[in-house]
């Protein structure tokens, strides 16, 4: 199982990135995903949610109408667009992989975004 995250960065406040999330060793549609952020000192928490067929999201207060998650089951990808971002939002991004009754949950290593002037 992998989960290989990229296009983390710095960028100024106000600005967007684009998180993705390739995912292999696993079917990779069958299983609900996230993607978390770390801040220094702080806890993990959750950020986004989509469903195995991506019809259904959620979303953390502090991201709703700014951060979208998506998915593309046919390239095994998951994807966190972030804009108007904020100093704020600065913090290690994982994806995760949800477990299931049978399966054990998976992270990714984690990508730095750094919002910053």
């Known amino acids: 199982v992998q989960l290989v995250e990229s296009g983390g960065g710095l960028v100024q406040p106000g600005g967007s990135l684009r998180l993705s999330c390739a995912a292999s060793?696993?079917?990779?549609?069958?299983?609900?995903m996230s993607w978390y952020r770390q801040a220094p000192g702080k806890e993990r928490e959750l950020v986004a949610t989509?469903?195995?067929?991506?019809?259904?999201?959620n979303y953390a207060d502090s991201v709703k109408g700014r951060f979208t998650i998506s998915r593309d089951n046919a390239k095994n990808t998951v994807y966190l667009q972030m804009n108007s971002l904020k100093p704020e939002d600065t913090a290690v991004y994982y994806c995760?992989?949800?477990?299931?009754?049978?399966?054990?949950?998976?992270w990714g290593q984690g990508t730095q975004v750094t919002v910053s002037s």
């Open positions: 989509i469903t195995r067929t991506g019809i259904s999201t």
């Open positions: 995760h992989r949800r477990p299931t009754s049978l399966v054990a949950g998976y």
């Open positions: 060793g696993f079917t990779f549609r069958s299983y609900v």
